[in-house]
């Protein structure tokens, strides 16, 4: 179950260390030129990272109008509190903690978070004539993880996105959450087992 669960959940592109030591220098040059002043860095920001903000948003509302919302309000607060940011910290791993708890305070203040589906966004159809049955089994499989991703708790589920979708690492996953990486790998233990009994998958 777990290589299907990953195959159905994350996305393609991770960064390699030498990418993202790049992409962690340039972050931090733009965060110190809007502190400077130079108030169109945040826009740079912005266009570096709102695909990343809104697939944690999509994934966890399952409603792209929500997760447009979400991924604006996210970055308001960011202009908000960028000048809390720590010189030689990741400013991704802050970005995430703050996209993650801002959706959740949307889920929650909406009273729907138990209903809330998590779910990949529609894939273009690709060139050419598809496999009518082998859509059809991926867009059953999407809906069967959908409704399992939907039972688990904030907790597992956040781990599960960052881990299985924005695939980061434990440490990383840690401290983004405000727990010890073996906190991390206990509840990602637990969601896998979970959705594995959901899916029937035992």
Same mark, same amino acid.
């Given at each position: 179950?777990?290589?299907?669960?990953?195959?159905?959940?994350?996305?393609?592109?991770?960064? $390699?260390?030498?990418?993202?030591?790049?992409?962690?220098?340039?972050?931090? *040059?733009?965060? !110190?030129?809007?502190?400077?002043?130079?108030?169109?860095?945040?826009?740079?920001?912005?266009?570096?990272?709102? %695909?990343?903000?809104?697939? @944690?948003?999509?994934?966890?509302?399952?409603? *792209?109008? %929500?997760? !447009?919302? @979400?991924?604006?309000?996210?970055?308001?607060? !960011? @202009?908000?509190?960028?000048?809390?940011?720590?010189?030689?910290?990741?400013?991704? $791993?802050?970005?995430?903690?703050?996209?993650?708890?801002?959706?959740?305070?949307?889920?929650?203040?909406?009273?729907?978070?138990?209903? /809330?589906?998590?779910? /990949?966004?529609?894939?273009?159809?690709?060139?050419? /004539? &598809?496999?009518? =049955?082998?859509?059809?089994?991926?867009?059953?499989? *999407?809906?069967? !993880?959908? =409704? &399992?991703?939907?039972?688990?708790?904030?907790?597992?589920?956040?781990?599960?996105?960052?881990?299985?979708?924005?695939?980061?690492?434990?440490?990383?996953?840690?401290? @983004?959450?405000?727990?010890? $990486?073996? $906190?991390?790998?206990?509840?990602?233990?637990?969601?896998?087992?979970?959705?594995?009994?959901?899916?029937?998958?035992?």
């Amino acid at each position: 179950m777990n290589s299907e669960l990953d195959r159905n959940v994350q996305t393609d592109g991770a960064a $390699t260390g030498a990418d993202a030591f790049l992409r962690d220098r340039e972050d931090e *040059r733009l965060v !110190l030129q809007f502190l400077a002043g130079r108030r169109e860095a945040v826009g740079d920001l912005f266009r570096r990272h709102r %695909d990343g903000v809104f697939r @944690i948003a999509y994934r966890f509302t399952g409603n *792209r109008d %929500d997760a !447009l919302e @979400i991924t604006q309000d996210v970055f308001m607060k !960011l @202009i908000e509190h960028l000048g809390g940011f720590r010189q030689g910290s990741r400013f991704s $791993t802050w970005l995430y903690r703050v996209s993650v708890n801002q959706t959740l305070d949307f889920l929650r203040r909406r009273a729907r978070l138990a209903a /809330a589906p998590l779910s /990949a966004p529609p894939a273009r159809a690709a060139a050419g /004539a &598809a496999d009518p =049955a082998r859509s059809a089994e991926r867009a059953e499989l *999407r809906e069967r !993880l959908k =409704a &399992a991703l939907g039972k688990l708790s904030e907790k597992h589920r956040t781990a599960v996105v960052l881990h299985g979708v924005e695939q980061l690492s434990y440490k990383e996953i840690a401290e @983004i959450t405000g727990v010890s $990486t073996g $906190t991390v790998m206990s509840r990602l233990f637990y969601a896998r087992k979970r959705l594995a009994e959901l899916l029937g998958d035992r």
